[in-house]
Structure formats: structure tokens, C-alpha cells
């Protein structure tokens, strides 16, 4: 009787006092226990393609005739990096637009002439990696205008069009000066290429014309060819 009074006035004892830490109370926070990440791995669902309605497989036919298109800043540095291997000095073959016409014609001496005739022509071309910048000057006919450039890279069997923005008056308020962006995608930066355009300008109901005298502006494509020694691979490259 009495050895079982003192056995369980020990285990009494035992289960009073201030609980064992434990090597699992040392645990950080952030590192969840094997049993919470089986209970995140049960939440794991997987779904299938076609579940959703998608298809399972994507079929891209490829035609001999087709050319892939690699963007220009790729073919730079694959280029470079078959020259640089070897030791040599990479020739580069540069693509740019060069006006069939004056760049500037606002400075010639008939520029007035023609803009009072016409209400529209155009005063000046700047050509850049960019693209095609152009300022156009208008007979400030009203206050309400509109200005487009229409241009195309398909002798006009397809055609596209950007608005000009308004940049100042001139000669006392007489003209107004617009500018307009012609956008040049780099698929289209090969020799021979033709670039055309034309100016409109719309104002009181009436539609006014400066397309070169029925010509269009013209703008061919051409290439220079740099040398790039060996030194400059690391610039060049991280540059493009």
C-alpha cells in the first residue's frame, strides 16, 4: 500500500512541474516541421491542359520559303563573337535611309513660293537609328488643323499613316510648324529598300497636298561598312 502511495505522489510530482524543453522548442520559426510540410505537400493539386479547355500540344509548320526573322542586336552579337573568336577585326555592314531629296528644303530660296501656294511643305528630314523625323510647315489657315504623314515601304500597295504634332508658329503667326515620326522596323533596314511619303494637311473642310510635286519623297536604304578591331570587343558587346 504505502509503495504505491509514494508512486503516485512521484508521478504527481512530475507532471506539476515546469515542463522539459525540448529539442523541437529550439526549432526557428521560418523552418516549418516535417509534419506542416506534409500538410502543405496534401494541398498540391495538379491539372492537365486539357482540363482547362487548352490543347496539350502547339504545331508550328515551318515552310522552306520562310526566312526567319532574327532581330538585328542578335545577329551583332553572334557575328562578333565568331570574329572575336579567330583574332580578327570585325567588319560591320551598317543599314540607313538617305533622302532622295535636299534634307533641308526650308532653306531654299523658293521655300516661301511653294508654301503659300500649296499651304503645305515640307521643311526639313532627319534620319537616325530612331527612325525618320520631319517638320512640315502649314499657312495658319485656323486654329482647328490637322497634319499626317501617309507613307509606305510597299510602292503604296500598303499604306500607313501618322499624325503630326504641333511644335510653334512662325513668321508672326502666319505658319505653324508640325513634326512627324515615321517609325522604320529593323526587318526592313536592307539595301535597295524604298521608303515613301507624303504630307496632309487637313483644315476648314479642305484637304491640302505636299507629295513632291507628284513624286513622293523618297527615301532609299543603303549600308556603310565599319572596321572594328579586336580591343573593342567588350565595349561593342555591351553596348548591343
Same mark, same amino acid.
Given at each position: ?9 512521484? *508521478? !504527481?510530482?512530475?507532471?506539476? %512541474?515546469?515542463?522539459?524543453?525540448? =529539442? ?26 486539357? =482540363?482547362? %479547355? ?83 510647315? *502649314? ?9 499626317? =504623314? ?19 508658329? =512662325? ?5 505653324? *510648324? ?39 519623297? !523618297? ?22
Amino acid at each position: 500500500g504505502s509503495r504505491s502511495q509514494t508512486r503516485l505522489l512521484l *508521478v !504527481k510530482r512530475v507532471a506539476s %512541474g515546469p515542463p522539459a524543453k525540448t =529539442a523541437m522548442r529550439k526549432r526557428a520559426q521560418s523552418l516549418p516541421s516535417w509534419s506542416e510540410n506534409k500538410k502543405e505537400l496534401r494541398r498540391i493539386k495538379v491539372r492537365f491542359m486539357d =482540363a482547362l %479547355g487548352l490543347d496539350l500540344e502547339e504545331v508550328k509548320v515551318f515552310r522552306v520559303e520562310d526566312h526567319p526573322q532574327v532581330p538585328q542586336h542578335v545577329m551583332f552579337r553572334l557575328m562578333m563573337n565568331s570574329e572575336f573568336t579567330f583574332g580578327k577585326a570585325a567588319e560591320l555592314s551598317l543599314p540607313y535611309f538617305r533622302p532622295c531629296f535636299p534634307e533641308n528644303l526650308g532653306a531654299h530660296p523658293d521655300f516661301l513660293k511653294h508654301l503659300y501656294s500649296q499651304r503645305v511643305c515640307l521643311e526639313q528630314v532627319v534620319c537616325s537609328e530612331l527612325g525618320i523625323t520631319g517638320t512640315v510647315q *502649314v499657312l495658319n489657315l485656323d486654329y482647328e488643323k490637322e497634319v499626317r =504623314a501617309l507613307f509606305s515601304f510597299t510602292n503604296w500597295r500598303s499604306h500607313r499613316d501618322t499624325t503630326a504634332a504641333w511644335v510653334s508658329d =512662325a513668321r508672326s503667326g502666319d505658319t505653324d *510648324v508640325f513634326r512627324f515620326h515615321l517609325p522604320v522596323p529593323t526587318f526592313l533596314l536592307q539595301p535597295g529598300a524604298i521608303l515613301e511619303f507624303a504630307i496632309c494637311y487637313r483644315v476648314k473642310g479642305c484637304e491640302y497636298w505636299d507629295n513632291n510635286n507628284g513624286n513622293n519623297y !523618297k527615301l532609299s536604304c543603303h549600308s556603310y561598312k565599319v572596321m572594328v578591331p579586336r580591343e573593342c570587343e567588350d565595349s561593342l558587346l555591351h553596348f548591343t
